[in-house]
T-cell receptor, first 113, second 109 residues
Framework: IAGITQAPTSQILAAGRRMTLRCTQDMRHNAMYWYRQDLGLGLRLIHYSNTAGTTGKGEVPDGYSVSRANTDDFPLTLASAVPSQTSVYFC????????????FGPGTRLTVL | GQNIDQPTEMTATEGAIVQINCTYQTSGFNGLFWYQQHAGEAPTFLSYNVLDGLEEKGRFSSFLSRSKGYSYLLLKELQMKDSASYLCAVRDSNYQLIWGAGTKLIIKP
């Protein structure tokens, strides 16, 4: 692995289903982030983690949860998907919790029907 | 509220120079970033400004005026591969990035 990986690349999901988006980095970065990107809008922060064992809410956290059991992994869970969660989801990491240059994963395109 | 404004779309000619502007109103300021994002791909870091003035990096330069809440990204000797969206982001008082919607740059031969 080099950098950040995300899985799946894309997914079509029925409303009401539970879904976990996976994110793994091998750069030993302390901070990790989940964003969603919608057409015409800037990247919006969902949740973040400044270090393993801690998480925080971003601008649009409702309907999403995260965990940070170790440095490398930062999964994002949609407990009960709704159509408004249709979006492209990017995971990112940076070297510190001070939001230094962020490195992004390739993204997950999620469609909720 | 916090706000980052950029033009939605710009068009320029191969070999020319283009300036992409960004104005911001945020709760605190701890630096401004520019990222490039090709269609269907992830954003990649271009530049970072925290002090007023111009930062030059090859064909790309970024300028910041904190008193005016203003930045621009200058791209010289445009190449077709520069066709992409350019995202402006400001690090606020909570050290989180607030992102503009991006400027789609179209390069014509």
């Amino acid at each position: 692995i080099a950098g950040i990986t995300q899985a799946p690349t894309s997914q079509i999901l029925a409303a009401g289903r539970r879904m976990t988006l996976r994110c793994t980095q091998d750069m030993r970065h302390n901070a990790m982030y989940w964003y969603r990107q919608d057409l015409g809008l800037g990247l919006r922060l969902i949740h973040y983690s400044n270090t393993a064992g801690t998480t925080g809410k971003g601008e649009v956290p409702d309907g999403y949860s995260v965990s940070r059991a170790n440095t490398d992994d930062f999964p994002l869970t949609l407990a009960s998907a709704v159509p408004s969660q249709t979006s492209v989801y990017f995971c990112a990491s940076s070297d510190s919790g001070d939001a230094d240059e962020q490195f992004f994963g390739p993204g997950t395109r999620l469609t909720v029907l | 509220g916090q706000n980052i404004d950029q033009p939605t779309e710009m068009t320029a000619t191969e070999g020319a120079i283009v300036q992409i502007n960004c104005t911001y109103q945020t709760s605190g300021f701890n630096g401004l970033f520019w990222y490039q994002q090709h269609a269907g791909e992830a954003p990649t870091f271009l530049s970072y400004n925290v002090l007023d003035g111009l930062e030059e990096k090859g064909r790309f330069s970024s300028f910041l005026s904190r008193s005016k809440g203003y930045s621009y990204l200058l791209l010289k000797e445009l190449q077709m591969k520069d066709s992409a969206s350019y995202l402006c982001a400001v690090r606020d008082s909570n050290y989180q990035l607030i992102w503009g919607a991006g400027t789609k740059l179209i390069i014509k031969p």
